[in-house]
């Protein structure tokens, strides 16, 4: 049978076990006569069953599915013949490809070569056989583990209890999941970064000033060097987060309280979304907004007043971002805000306090922790945009703190070492993973310097 | 609901003297309704200097609505309107001209749940002060810190620790801090709503022994669930049924001697 089949027999047969036994709880129950006596709902038995029955089945089929193409792979290579063999890995690679390759076209007797006819046979072979196998295992274990699970089936399996610990694990494993994927990529991109610092100083890296990643390619190009100093890209990337942030904080922040402690619930329920829908408009508009729109108006605004200003610059590209993130910020914090207890508005307004006054030394305080992680989602998404960045920063890796001028940020550096045709080898391509690591690091301290501050001046109610 | 439409229709006027000598505060007619509904009914009541008041009567017979029309706290709900006149000292506080945030400094308030500010002990006592600028220093502020919780009778359990959060107080220290807190602006009525329903009972026994100090400078309105309660700590009692306020009287004569039936009828324990 084929896997897929095998897969629908075992959850039919899964469904079936449920309400059989759950049928027949139900029945054993009732001749009891006794409810309370029981330790489990009919519907635990039934899927503690259907547990039973599909789990040891899965596992064999998901294990074979793992294993099986490296069996038989392995078994392939041990029937080639010697001079394939000789061949070296690269060779035999290529060879069981080409074989592979054959067999999925069909047509395996007008194959020219009799070496490779043989070698399609075999795998063929090979693989109905393993098909042969596994229908017997998955349809043995169906009946063993059935047999074995109903004979479970007496009024005093505690099949409530299994049953809870059964989706403790599923809920455990799916956190699992994501815990794990996290820390692949960090592994992942940690040695990737190790790779780099073997052909690029740590401290090099770290303090250089100047960010030029074009290496040579042949001996007799000249003119790139290469220069991987990481500093003007950070604080190109401070820059325009600074600004972004200088731009939506305030912003976000004053239509927070504004739609929670002013506005009426109609106003509210217009507006709120309204600014949402700000989140929602993909970057790259954003980022031709910026480019076309902003980044000239500034430009002629500054020359007007004498200032020479860029064409690109990272004042229009921060001030679009903050534009951006203004939802982040007022959409989190009105819901923090709203979220302080009545009763501590109604203590102040009590005493006599103005609803500024209550805002300001009573609801703000109380709604910090709320509002400071705001920012900091805010703050995540400046530092990792990078369209907005690409078409109205520009990519000159300058050194500078005037906003005015043209910079460019770690996120797009890493898009433009990675795309295109990359020797994967190369120090250029691997920048871009070192430049991930700090960025991940720097993001990383700033949760922690900002947790921390929050825990240190929090004012909590209960 | 036509039964209860009965009662309310039945209840014509206020038995007792609603009047007193000498009003602090005095309110004429107050009608109040949420949105289109009626929540009381023309009631006339005086709150004397050095008297403790008490409101009771059944959930939901209007107490607490009337009890926050003193001090204009129903202004918070968009939806609530107050008509009739209420006085303090001889002033309307609903005239256009007055400032509800002037009046709640006249007319402290302390609520039914503690709800202390998530600031230290100190800052809790001092905000009102700092917000009307009633201190001119530190060591003023120190002063009506420090004396505010004398008269609350907080200050020798929290004397050593005023930094801390005044969260992490016990319930009925938190209540008492929040009395603190409303006496230190100085006002001249403190309303109170429930202030005991959350509270044990030797924490409620405290508060009523303070209620009972502080009417020497105050006047105080309380509603309260426990007709113990309004016995121990009131010298005038009003019961409020729904809507309306049904008697009035001194606090020995309504429990000894309720003329109205209804009266009768919550304080016996046959309904409520």
Redesign the interface.
Known sequence: MQSNTLLLVILALAVVSYFFARHKAFGVLKSNGSVSARHSLPAHYGYLLALWCAIPALAILLGWKLFEPGVINGMLVDSLPQQVVDGGDSRIGLYTNDINNLVEAGGIESIADADKQAAAQKLVSLRSASRLVLTVLVLAALLVSLLVGLRHMQPQTQARVIVEKFIKVILVSCASIAILTTMGIVLSVLFESIRFFQQVGFWEFVTGSKWSPQTAIRADQVGSSGSFGAIPLFTGTMLISVIALIVAVPLGLMSAIYLAEYA?ARTRSIVKPLLEILAGIPTVVYGFFAALTVAPAIRSMGESIGLSVSSESALAAGAVMGIMIIPFVSSLSDDVITSV?Q????????????QA?TIR??VL??ALPGIVSSVLLAASRAIGETMIVVMAAGLAANLTANPLEAVTTVTVQIVTLLTGDQEFESAKTLAAFALGLMLFVATLLLNVIALYTVRRYR???? | MDEAQAVLDSIEGTVGEIAVDNPKMSMRDVDVFYAEKQAIFGVDLDVANNEVIAMIGPSGCGKSTFLRCLNRMNDTIPICRVSGSVMLDGDDIYAADQDPVLLRARVGMVFQKPNPFPKSIFDNVAYGARIHGLAANRAELDDIVVGSLKRAGLYEEVKSRLDAPGTSLSGGQQQRLCIARSIAVSPEVILMDEPCSALDPIATARIEELIDELRENYAIAIVTHSMQQAARVSQRTAYFHLGKLVEVGDTNEIFTNPQHELTENYITGRFG
Request: aromatic share 8%.
């Open positions: 009426s207890p009763s501590i508005r109604d203590a102040s307004f009590g005493l006599g306090a103005t006054e030394k009573v305080p109380a004012e909590q109610y209960d």
